[in-house]
């Protein structure tokens, strides 16, 4: 007796993921999803609601017999702090862990300063969000960070990237971590906004792709529920390939041809000012387009073409239901889309056309620190990592809110 076994802990977390994903939302049905008896599913929840991981609703749901009370992830078990780090701005969250954000800041950054004083400023958002919400920090789950660069995810850090000086290898979870004294995780923007879109519009869906086209280009790939980052986290990274023709463009990684150089906002942006217009990157190029200016129109639409030659290769390698166009560019609407479904539907084979769709992204700029909010809250709600969780908050979170003495979930 005394204190639940990591096992047992972990057990537990296995039917709080059935709750969180939708799958089982009573007592019965979480019978039938998991296949435990009814014994094992009362002491398993037990944990969980001493815990603070679920809630009772006043809401029944018929189960066949009498109706069944409905349990739901509790949102307010603890606090995500989020930032979304962009070429020129930083987002700053805290959120629910829906995710739904309860406080955020922003500040104007050029990345290419360097990771000190990005960290810096998210660090002294992040406390200063807490400070409003009034929330300590024993509260608060970890943070989680979004950067538009190519990250090692499982080392926590970023390799190579093109445009922010300084970052490469900077031990940017350490960092946080040292200052905020709760755990950090990092992830490319394109991954977080894939995820956050997935998991608020898409859930049902099993073979998601998501295409950023913003400044840069890149996607992410969402299969069964979880992201696919591939071996060290560059999967997805369709920004940087080839196209070797004689007067392919300079890309900002140094090589010639990329799709980046040909599509992403700053290359449109490039060729526009060339011609006279006023564009510095993907904002100014779709605020061109809404003034329904003529070449802006034309080149927004040859580079939906160029997204759409690479997208029919993702979709000859993947073979998704879904593609979903995001980020800034994704804002010039049919302009952009119609080259990338022409390219698709014309060079894909009728297979990998069955039910295929191609849509607009739904989330709105929020979508990178939501997504950040996600890493974070997936990450420590995961079976194996429940048992730390709930020793770091959950004890902390159900004594403060029935006032009563320290004690550990029991779970027999
Ligand atoms: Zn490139």
């Known amino acids: 007796m005394g204190e639940p076994g990591n096992g047992g802990a972990e057990a537990a977390g296995r039917l709080l993921a059935l709750i969180r994903e939708g799958?089982?939302?009573?007592?019965?049905?979480?019978?039938?999803?998991?296949?435990?008896?009814?014994?094992?599913?009362?002491?398993?929840?037990?944990?969980?609601f001493e815990a603070g991981l679920v809630v009772d609703g006043d809401a029944t749901e018929a189960s066949g017999g009498r109706p069944a009370r409905i349990i739901s992830a509790n949102p307010d078990?603890?606090?995500?702090?989020?930032?979304?780090?962009?070429?020129?701005?930083?987002?700053v969250a805290a959120t629910d862990l829906s995710p739904r954000i309860l406080a955020e800041t922003t500040f104007d950054l050029d990345v290419a300063s360097g990771p000190q004083a990005a960290l810096t400023g998210i660090v002294r958002s992040a406390r200063n969000l807490l400070g409003d919400l009034a929330t300590p920090q024993e509260r608060v789950l970890g943070i989680g960070l979004s950067l538009p660069a190519p990250v090692n995810h499982v080392a926590g850090r970023v390799v190579g990237p093109s445009v922010m000086r300084g970052w490469d290898d900077f031990d940017v979870c350490g960092f946080l971590k040292s200052e905020l004294g709760v755990p950090a995780l990092v992830d490319n923007d394109v991954n977080l906004m894939a995820l956050s879109e997935y998991r608020r519009y898409w859930p049902r869906v099993e073979h998601f792709l998501f295409i950023k086209a913003g400044t840069g280009i890149g996607s992410g790939i969402i299969l069964k529920g979880a992201v696919y980052r591939g071996a060290r986290g560059a999967s997805g990274d369709i920004g940087h390939i080839?196209?070797?023709?004689?007067?392919?463009?300079?890309c900002r990684c140094g090589k010639f041809g990329c799709v980046e150089a040909r599509a992403g906002g700053w290359a449109i942006a490039r060729d526009l000012s060339a011609n006279g217009l006023k564009a510095r990157n993907a904002r100014d190029v779709v605020d061109l387009v809404e003034r329904r200016e003529p070449d802006a129109i034309q080149r927004v639409r040859e580079a939906g073409r160029v997204l759409g030659e690479v997208a029919a290769d993702v979709v000859s390698v993947l073979n998704p239901t879904t593609i979903v166009v995001g980020g800034t560019m994704a804002r010039a609407g049919e302009h952009l889309l119609a080259g990338v479904k022409e390219m698709i539907y014309r060079r894909s084979l009728p297979l990998a056309l069955e039910g295929l769709g191609v849509f607009a992204a739904r989330s709105d700029d929020r979508a990178g620190v939501l997504g950040a909010a996600c890493?974070?809250?997936d990450a420590a709600l995961a079976p194996e990592a429940l048992f730390d969780t709930v020793e770091r908050l959950g004890r902390a979170k159900s004594d403060e809110r029935r006032g009563k003495t320290p004690r550990t979930p029991r779970l027999r």
Do not use: N
């Open 23 to 48: 799958k089982a939302s009573s007592r019965p049905t979480i019978e039938r999803a998991s296949g435990l008896s009814r014994v094992t599913v009362v002491q398993r929840l037990r944990y969980l």
């Open 77 to 91: 078990f603890a606090v995500a702090l989020a930032a979304d780090v962009g070429e020129s701005m930083i987002r």
């Open 242 to 250: 080839q196209f070797d023709e004689a007067s392919a463009p300079l």
């Open 375 to 377: 890493l974070v809250v």
